[in-house]
Structure formats: C-alpha cells, structure tokens
C-alpha cells in the first residue's frame, strides 16, 4: 500500500512538473484611463501573478513618464527645466535627455516642423479647458518670439532653455516615450511578446500566442467606426497625429491642437498622418511632424527616412483623398 502511495505521488510530482513546464502561454491584458487617453496593455505569460505583476509595472512605468513630461503639472521635471528658462543649466534624468535629443533630432530633419518650444503658443489656445479660444494677434506675435528649438541647448545631463518665458511641451512626443519605456520594461522582464497601446500610439514585439501576428488597425479619420487593416511591414511601431483628437469649431472652421510653429495656426495641410517605424517615441513625433508639413513635404521627409513608412490623409477640394509611402502602397485594405 505503501508503495503504491508513493508511486502515485510520484506520478502526480512528475505531471505537475510537466504542467509548469508546458503549460500553454496565455494573453493577458490591462485597459486604464491615462495621459487623457486609453491605454491597453497586452501580453503573454503561462501564470495569473507574472502577468498581473508585468501588467502593473508597466502601467507605473507610464505613470512615471508622464508625471515627469506633464506640462501642466508644476512638479513635473518639464516644469523645473521652464523655471530655469533665461537663467541657467538645469540637470535632467536620462529618461529626459533622451526625449529632448530625439525631439531636436527630428525638429531639425523637418526644418522646424516638430517643435517642442510650442508651449507659449498651445497656451493661447487652452485646448484643453472646456472654452479654448482662437488668441489675439497682439498674444501671438510675442508668444511666437518665444518658439524655437535652436534656443534649447542640450548637454550630456543636463538643458538650457535661451529665452525667458520659454515653455517646452513634450506632448508631440511623451506619449510614444512612456510607451516604448513599458515595452522595454516588460521585455526585461521576460515578455516574450505583447502590445502596448497609448490611444493609438502602438508598440509590439514578439508573435501573438499560437503563432498569429499582432494586428494594428488604423481608424479611418473621418468615419471613425471604419478600420483601415494594414498588411505585414516589420515595424514594431505605429502613431497617429490627426485634427479630430482635440478641436472646436468656429465660425464652420476646425482648430485643432497640432500647431504649424511658424504661424501659432493649427497646421492646415493633413486630415491625419500615421507613421510606421521601429519605435513608439519616433513614430509618435513623426506622426506630429509629417501633420505640420503636409501631405507633400511630410511624404519627402519618409520616404527620405530608412525603416519608416506613413499613410496621410487630406483634403483637396473639399474631398478627403490619402497618400501612402511605397513600402506601404500594396498593403492596404478598407479604404
Ligand atoms: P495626440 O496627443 O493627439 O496623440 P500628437 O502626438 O500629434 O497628438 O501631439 C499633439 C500635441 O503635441 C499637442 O497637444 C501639443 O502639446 C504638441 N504639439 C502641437 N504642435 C506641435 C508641433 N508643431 N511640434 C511639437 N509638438 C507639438
Ligand atoms: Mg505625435
């Protein structure tokens, strides 16, 4: 009898084993409100508490970067470097010197087009309280002087910001960065594969469990319940900028919150533009960047670019027409 016990604990030992060891990988998945957007978080994990333990790190590592790029609150690590602004250096985290180079990486490449000296300007607007407002020539003229990224100098730790009164806003850029830091945290982690997505702001990495490929589908910008699919292109990054986000309208016109830094006017040349590239903070800002120039120039600018691609979207006597980059042309569906 004795034996027989033994054999069946065995037995039992031994398929428990093999039950953590084979068990299937499974999809987890976590929706928030945050950086006033929806934030889904995707992964696979064989076990309840690893994916619930990844799923939390990568919501606190979101919430990390925005508390720190949040132009709006007055600890936020944007706020310190704008109080310094016409004054002197100001030391900032790597997470910060990163965001900032790649920002004046791409404010150069669009000849100004991406710009995160904007904030004196996206003030005016107040786009984001319930009555924005179209400011006063007399307020634009001298919030222009104070835009321009050749007054942001930046050194290993730390920035300067030229000008008194500049306001830097990371929100052309913040997004895509917290995005790609969760990715990078869970892949720490050991991840194997997932998706995070920041309202259309998207990473993903590895293959969906069983094999399948992760799919992204792009909103359609004005019929907003069509979904455009979009076939494999091997980029592991994709963001929309688009002037149905946050706008109002005035006297029949749309005012929207991506503004041409040359004029302090919303950008007037794209209906959207949605930028495929190989991480979320690139796609993010290009996104922005390729808006402000128009579906002409911004087009130049990708297909100047290795490893991105876009689909822009806009108006031409008064019909809403769409132009792909040629890695993206065939791969299409639903428009
Ligand atoms: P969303 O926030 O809807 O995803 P974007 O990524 O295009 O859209 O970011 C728009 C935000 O970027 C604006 O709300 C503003 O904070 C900032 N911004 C607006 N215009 C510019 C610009 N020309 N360059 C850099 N940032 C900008
Ligand atoms: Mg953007």
Same mark, same amino acid.
């Not at 984001?128 to 730790?157: F, K």
């Not at 209906?271 to 590239?277: D, E, I, L, Q, R």
């Not at 031409?316 to 980059?325: N, P, Q, T």
């Given at each position: ?88 250096? $100001?030391? *900032?985290?790597?997470?910060? &010197? /990163? ?9 150069? %490449? @669009?000849?100004? =087009? ?101 799919? $992204?589908? *792009?909103?359609?910008?004005? &019929? /907003? ?9 091997? %980029? @592991?990054?994709? =963001? ?96």
């Amino acid at each position: 009898m004795k034996r027989i016990i033994s054999y069946l604990l065995l037995v039992l030992l031994v398929a428990f084993a093999f039950w953590r060891i084979y068990r299937p990988v499974r999809l987890w998945e976590a929706v928030r409100p945050m950086m006033d957007t929806v934030v889904t978080v995707k992964l696979c994990a064989k076990d309840s508490s690893t994916a619930q333990n990844l799923l939390r790190g990568a919501f606190e590592e979101m919430e990390r970067i925005d508390r720190m790029m949040d132009s709006y609150s007055s600890t936020s690590e944007v706020a310190v470097i704008d109080s310094m602004a016409g004054k002197g250096w $100001v030391s *900032i985290t790597p997470d910060m &010197e /990163r965001v900032l180079k790649r920002s004046q990486y791409f404010s150069e %490449l @669009s000849g100004g =087009a991406f710009d995160i000296t904007v904030g004196p300007v996206k003030e005016l607007w107040r786009f984001d309280s319930p009555n924005p407002t179209i400011p006063l020539p007399g307020q634009l003229v001298p919030a222009l002087t104070l835009v321009g990224y050749q007054n942001i100098q930046l050194e290993a730790g730390r920035v300067r910001l030229l000008e008194p009164k500049m306001k830097l806003d990371l929100g052309g850029a913040a997004k895509g960065y917290a995005v790609d830091c969760a990715v990078e945290f869970l892949k720490k982690r050991g991840a194997k594969s997932g998706l995070v997505d920041a309202g259309g702001d998207v990473r993903l990495w590895g293959k969906k469990p069983y094999g399948g490929e992760w799919q $992204v589908a *792009i909103r359609h910008p004005r &019929e /907003r319940e069509k979904l455009i699919r979009v076939g494999k292109i091997g %980029l @592991s990054a994709v =963001a929309t900028s688009g002037d149905y986000e946050r706008f109002f309208i005035k006297n029949g016109k749309r005012y929207h919150h991506i503004l041409d830094p040359h004029t302090g006017y919303p950008a007037r040349g794209c209906v959207s533009a949605t930028v495929w590239t190989r991480t979320a903070t690139d796609a993010d800002i290009l996104a922005t960047a390729v808006f402000v120039l128009g579906p002409e120039k911004g087009m130049e600018l990708v297909e100047r670019l290795d490893d991105v691609e876009a689909l822009i979207f806009f108006e031409k006597d008064g019909r809403l027409e769409y132009v792909a980059s040629q890695g993206m042309k065939d791969k299409l569906s639903g428009l």
